[in-house]
């Protein structure tokens, strides 16, 4: 059963930049496409980026330009370089990892990790 652990959350002024970590066991990583979710408060898990097993990334609408995601197929981890934060970014970032592409697209898994709590304020 995967494991996930997230990491690199915090209270950021808007503007500011945040690298999240997630760590990644329990699965052959680098068959796996991973994927970045954030849940704000009161609103439902959403899809931010995803990568497929070869790299290629998507990213939502809103996050284009300012967010990219990567991953370390050495290290079993993906990151989420966050740019120019907004206060609407507030929320509990969680990933998520699936052999197929398409689950990765959307945040429908039975399994999450703690999450990384990820606060745009002055």
């Known amino acids: 059963q995967v494991q996930l652990v997230e990491s690199g959350g915090g209270l950021v002024q808007p503007g500011g930049s945040l690298r999240l970590s997630c760590a990644v066991s329990?699965?052959?990583?680098?068959?796996?496409?991973l994927g970045w979710y954030r849940q704000a408060p009161g609103k439902q898990r959403e899809l931010v980026a995803s990568?497929?097993?070869?790299?290629?990334?998507s990213y939502a609408n809103s996050m284009k330009g300012r967010f990219t995601i990567s991953r370390d197929n050495a290290k079993n981890t993906v990151y989420l370089q966050m740019n120019t934060l907004k206060p609407e970014d507030t929320a509990v970032y969680y990933c998520?990892?699936?052999?197929?592409?398409?689950?990765?697209?959307?945040?429908?898994?039975?399994?999450w990790g703690q999450g990384t709590q990820v606060t745009v304020s002055s």
């Open positions: 329990g699965i052959s990583f680098s068959r796996n496409a």
């Open positions: 998520n990892a699936d052999p197929n592409f398409l689950r990765v697209l959307r945040p429908n898994f039975d399994s």
């Open positions: 990568i497929s097993s070869r790299g290629t990334t």
